[in-house]
């Protein structure tokens, strides 16, 4: 194996670390894959359990999170696998799409943030009913007695597997998207497996795997590909973990019977043909690639993933991290236009967050988790009510509008089922890492405990109110390392270190990661101070139309309840009717500093205000993610002074 080695901020050698190339015990998924990545896997995120949150905003929505878990009823979530296998029903259907339409997604989803939930936590409660929900879906799968588990209509199933498809964007074989509503499942208990260890889970997925497989062979390759026009979220992905976990190549193969070539072809190819496409629909096929990149080490996966990461985040992207209008992807360059009640879905965030952790981990790069950063303080933080524990749909960006949340029994959307995850999982890449290296991707108040090294960071912020980052480290012997810490691109001014109390000599630019190379001991503490200011982020299309931003988050301009609906929930469409109230204009000149129009607040570091210039009226601005139940405005109109 080839050698590294590891140097001092002096010209001091450390012991040589061997390079770092992903091992199967190591590779990001809990220790329990027997498939080593063909593909190198540079920076590999560390497990759950072992990055604890301390308190901050996130801990905060992660305890509001958790307590809506325990309100969901998983008796409730288990019926249509009950109904489908003719066993008793213990509990009666939620309501909203769990009632119609996709009947059944929302379980699987459950059954992820509850597993999530306890690898972050590491309360028993959730572990509890992980394994209940479990061996609820083993006897339904017993009572079909072919692998099936439910919870589709099995009639479903009969006519997809006999070649009657009559495949469309939202359908197949009579029944709307199974194969995205049964993925859920899938993930579920792929997940339940990873983060609970419950051996049960994997038992039932690879039998349930084993179904789909036989009868999905009687189809040719031209029936797949139609059926594959269907929402069918992320079943690739699913099957290539299973091939990871037991190593049996007939679920890699059943994988790539999932690429879908009228996608991925043009993408390989470095075409941009996204336009129109319904968002989430291909995300999971991209999430899928990127798994199948590293299992097998294509290059083509590799570049579809890291090609449409590029065009979604140079050409498409909204100011909080959203990536659509509508659920669909518009073209390329445009933004203003879509400044709508239903622009930036939640889901399609939560799956761009993921992509990015996958392409960050083969080519780490500040620009990934820049905007990691921007999607996750932004966008996935401020979608949850901090009051009932309820999601955004869409993250409404028309000016004067409000944010819309599910009711925590009638609504159960996808982005229900994605917001439980996301709020299961915030110690997600706050770090990650390889044999010789530790990079610091986000200023999360959380301590790793990095076992493998017998060393533990402790990192301590008030950021992003406060600019200043500790990291201290606990090391039973001292331990080298290269330190790599991101320096944002919002950074303008760079970063400024001191190691012990002494300032130190740092090459630290905007987009970049800083190095700090030595051994570290215990009480070795990193103090990195980087100065936050005020800047306009343009509309690509339109230069006179700006957010405001400080440091890396949106300001929300504060426009009040007045004429507000009284149930701010779940009824999207009654809201989409709503007339919004006259926005103020902001008369500025945008190439001027905006600190020189808009002011803090005394005492109150992350609310400011403007001075003069807004018409007919000055705004308050807070942090888009701490604006609930008001009209607020994120993009503002300019006009010359």
Not at 246 to 257: I, V
Not at 402 to 410: G, H, Q, R
Not at 469 to 482: C, R
């Amino acid at each position: 194996m080839m050698k590294r080695t590891i140097l001092l901020c002096s010209t001091t050698l450390v012991a040589s670390i061997p390079a770092m190339f992903a091992a199967p015990e190591s590779d990001g998924y809990y220790g329990k894959t027997k498939v080593a990545p063909k593909a190198e896997v540079v920076a590999r995120p560390f497990n759950l359990g072992q990055v604890k949150l301390l308190p901050s905003k996130f801990e905060d929505a992660m305890k509001v999170n958790q307590k809506y878990l325990l309100e969901l009823d998983a008796d409730r979530m288990l019926w249509p696998y009950h109904e489908r296998a003719g066993l008793p029903i213990k509990g009666k259907r939620y309501g909203g799409w769990a009632r119609k339409d996709v009947v059944g997604q929302i379980s699987g989803h459950y059954i992820s943030a509850l597993s999530l939930m306890y690898a972050s936590s590491g309360d028993k409660q959730f572990k509890d009913r992980v394994d209940y929900m479990v061996s609820e879906i083993a006897k339904a799968q017993e009572k079909h007695g072919d692998g099936y588990t439910g919870p589709v209509r099995t009639e479903v199933w009969e006519k997809i597997y006999s070649g009657d498809l009559k495949a469309h964007k939202w359908g197949v074989g009579g029944g709307y998207v199974p194969w995205y509503v049964l993925h859920k499942t899938f993930a579920g208990l792929i997940d339940a497996y990873f983060h609970t260890d419950n051996k049960q889970a994997l038992e039932v997925v690879i039998k349930l795997a084993d179904w789909a497989k036989k009868g999905t062979d009687n189809l040719d390759e031209a029936q797949f590909q139609d059926m594959l026009r269907a929402e069918h979220g992320g079943m690739s992905e699913s099957l290539a973990h299973l091939y990871a976990i037991t190593g049996n190549k007939d679920y890699l193969t059943f994988a790539q019977r999932f690429d879908h070539k009228e996608i991925l072809e043009p993408l390989e190819n470095k075409e941009d043909k996204l336009a129109g496409y319904h968002v989430n629909t291909q995300f999971p096929k991209i999430l899928s690639a990127a798994r199948l990149y590293e299992l097998t080490g294509e290059g083509g996966y590799g570049t579809a993933v890291n090609f449409l990461w590029d065009r979604v985040i140079d050409t498409r992207i909204m100011a909080p991290g959203g990536v659509d209008i509508q659920e669909h992807f518009y073209k390329a360059g445009e933004e203003s236009q879509h400044l709508h009640w239903n622009s930036s879905e939640t889901c399609s965030v939560y799956n761009m967050l993921k992509l990015t952790r996958s392409a960050f981990s083969w080519n780490p790069s500040a620009k990934k988790m820049d905007y990691y950063e921007r999607a996750l303080y932004n966008q996935i933080l401020g979608s949850q009510d901090p009051d009932s524990g309820g999601m955004t749909y869409f993250y409404n960006l028309k000016p004067g509008h409000f944010k819309i949340y599910s009711t925590p029994f009638d609504a159960m959307w996808c982005c229900v089922g994605t917001g439980i995850e996301n709020h299961s999982k915030y110690a997600d890449s706050i770090y990650s890492h390889s044999d010789d290296s530790l990079w610091v991707n986000l200023f999360i108040p959380s301590e790793l405990d990095w076992k493998e090294k017998n060393l533990s960071v402790r990192m301590e912020t008030e950021f992003p109110a406060d600019n200043t980052i500790s990291l201290t480290f606990d090391a039973k012997k001292p331990e080298g390392l290269h330190l790599k810490i991101r320096v944002p691109y919002w950074a303008k001014e760079g970063a400024k270190v001191a190691i012990n109390g002494k300032i130190e000599d740092v090459e630290a630019t905007p987009e970049s990661y800083l190095t700090i190379s030595r051994k570290w001991k215990t009480g070795d503490k990193v103090l990195v101070r980087f100065p936050m200011s005020l800047h306009l982020r343009p509309a690509r299309d339109k230069k006179d139309l700006v957010t405001v931003m400080y440091g890396p988050l949106v300001l929300a301009g504060e426009l009040g309840s007045k004429d507000m609906p009284k149930d701010i929930s779940s009824n999207q469409k009654a809201h989409s009717r709503d007339e919004s109230p006259e926005v103020p204009v902001l008369q500025i000149d945008v190439d001027k500093d905006p600190g020189s129009w808009l002011e803090q607040v005394p005492g109150d570091t992350l609310r400011f205000k403007t001075v003069g210039v807004g018409k007919p009226n000055d705004v308050t601005m807070i942090p888009l993610s701490d604006l609930h139940h008001q009209r607020y405005t994120v993009y503002w109109e300019t006009k010359a002074p």
